[in-house]
């Protein structure tokens, strides 16, 4: 099984401020996915990047994937309360299966 | 459409004792997913099917735990004589196939703590 390396592990920051998650491995995956998982409650799917050099926006939220395939990063601008929450970024292996990041928390100050 | 479903969302148990854990995928899914989530950490797969048929069950960290789907549909994980360390959140996703690409639904996770 690959493994994936997520920093930072805790983040904390004020409102407006801008923030990077990176994600990071030796080896090469299919595809890369952002989750966001609240309290309580599953892991919700923001993105899937696929090719490399990809770089997708949600709003305020940027995704990028490495040329190699082996790195990520989701650089949030303007941070709101809204936003917090624990980010994982998950890589996929065959049939579908996904290996995870030990995830970030995040908590925006208002 | 009703999301994915699993149940107990809490459970207490002794150690040694047997728990069986729930999980009803979206309707017309056909792979479905376990995994584990231990506190401050990232998500461990555990084992994922294909229908009733699970072609990858190298996540499952001992023989004391198994799993089983019947029907396509429901799931069962079951932990047999459970030890402090089994303690986690257990999350089941599913999504429409196990092929690249498609999105994992994930439920919202059962609790369990042996005390």
């Known amino acids: 099984t690959q493994l994936l390396e997520q920093s930072p592990q805790f983040l904390s920051i004020q409102e407006g401020e801008n923030l990077t998650v990176y994600c990071n491995s030796s080896?090469?995956?299919?595809?890369l996915q952002w989750y966001r998982q609240e309290p309580g409650e599953g892991p919700v799917l923001l993105v899937t990047?696929?090719?490399?050099?990809e770089v997708k926006k949600l709003k305020r939220l940027t995704f990028q994937f490495g040329d190699a395939r082996k790195d990520s990063s989701l650089h949030i601008t303007a941070a709101q309360p809204g936003d917090t929450g624990l980010y994982l970024c998950?890589?996929?292996?065959?049939?579908?299966?996904?290996?995870f990041g030990a995830g970030t928390i995040l908590r925006v100050k208002s | 459409g009703a999301g994915v479903s699993q149940s107990p969302s809490n459970k207490v148990t002794e150690k040694g004792k047997d728990v069986e854990l729930r999980c009803d995928p979206i309707?017309?899914?056909?792979?479905l997913y376990w995994y584990r989530q231990s506190l401050g950490q990232g998500l461990e797969f555990l084992i994922y099917?294909?229908?009733?048929?699970?072609?990858?069950k190298s996540g499952l960290p001992s023989d004391r735990f198994s799993a089983e789907r019947t029907g396509g549909s429901v799931s069962t994980l079951t932990i047999q004589r459970t030890q402090q360390e089994d303690s986690a959140v257990y999350l089941c996703?599913?999504?429409?196939?196990?092929?690249?690409?498609?999105?994992?639904?994930f439920g919202p996770g059962t609790r369990l703590t042996v005390l």
């Open positions: 996703a599913s999504s429409l196939d196990r092929f690249s690409y498609n999105e994992q639904f």
């Open positions: 990047v696929v090719t490399g050099g």
């Open positions: 998950a890589g996929e292996e065959y049939g579908n299966k996904l290996v």
């Open positions: 309707s017309g899914h056909t792979a």
């Open positions: 099917f294909q229908g009733n048929s699970a072609p990858d």
């Open positions: 080896s090469v995956f299919s595809s």
